[in-house]
């Protein structure tokens, strides 16, 4: 069974671009989690998604939004950034029978200049 | 909110046994995970623990009290591989889960 993967591995934008980050669940996997990774901070939760619902929401601005779509793959959107956005973007899907077990995807590297 | 607390380093030696130590206060607990990640690489599931006690998964061991909102990692027989940070997840229901900021565990010879 193929992992989570995400698409792009590595971004450069600038400060007040928009940006698209995509994700693609394990099959069969329903439920798909985002998270920003920084050095200070550690993972912070963005948005959950589970057929094609917004479940849960983090305590981000709402330059960041995501959707999901019918086939489970969720994208996410940045738009305006800023400089600390620069992070790691990590998603993550579980299905019902793992207990809440997240399956973590690569992550999209994204440097904002 | 949640708010959860664990070393942000700790060093142990190759063959020893290291206990990594979370403490967290959260609203709408269901349970506890443990993720692994490796410098560089995406955090990897390590445990689940739902019930007060000690679940024990091959070196790797975690306990959970949920009265006392505590929780470790028991990680025994080190190995040089065994370095990296250890997450601690206080989790909620419907996948709400916050992660602490980690501790980074270096193993020595």
């Known amino acids: 069974k193929a992992g989570v993967t995400q698409t792009p591995r590595y971004l450069i934008k600038t400060r007040g671009q928009q940006v698209t980050l995509s994700c693609s669940p394990i099959?069969?996997?329903?439920?798909v989690s985002w998270y920003q990774q920084t050095p200070g901070q550690g993972l912070q939760f963005l948005f959950e998604?589970?057929?094609?619902?917004?479940?849960n929401k983090g305590n981000f601005p709402g330059r960041f939004s995501g959707r999901q779509f019918s086939n489970s793959r969720s994208e996410m959107n940045v738009s305006t950034l800023e400089l600390g956005d620069s992070a790691l973007y990590l998603c993550?899907?579980?299905?019902?029978?793992?207990?809440?077990?997240?399956?973590f995807g690569p992550g999209t590297r994204l440097t904002v200049l | 909110g949640q708010n959860i607390d664990q070393p942000t380093e700790m060093t142990a030696t190759e063959g020893a046994i290291v206990q990594i130590n979370c403490t967290y206060q959260?609203?709408?607990?269901?349970?506890l995970f443990w993720y692994q990640q490796h410098a560089g690489e995406a955090p990897t599931f390590l445990s689940y623990?739902?019930?007060?006690g000690l679940e024990e998964k091959g070196r790797f061991s975690s306990f959970l009290s949920r009265s006392k909102g505590y929780s470790y990692l028991l990680l025994k027989e080190l190995q040089m591989k065994d370095s990296a940070s250890y997450l601690c997840?206080?989790?909620?229901?419907?996948?709400?889960?916050?992660f602490g900021i980690g501790t980074k565990l270096q193993v020595i010879p």
């Open positions: 998604y589970f057929s094609e619902t917004q479940r």
């Open positions: 997840a206080p989790g909620g229901g419907y996948q709400k889960v916050t």
């Open positions: 993550a899907s579980s299905g019902l029978s793992n207990r809440g077990e997240q399956f």
């Open positions: 959260t609203s709408g607990f269901n349970g």
């Open positions: 099959s069969g996997h329903r439920s």
């Open positions: 623990n739902v019930l007060d």
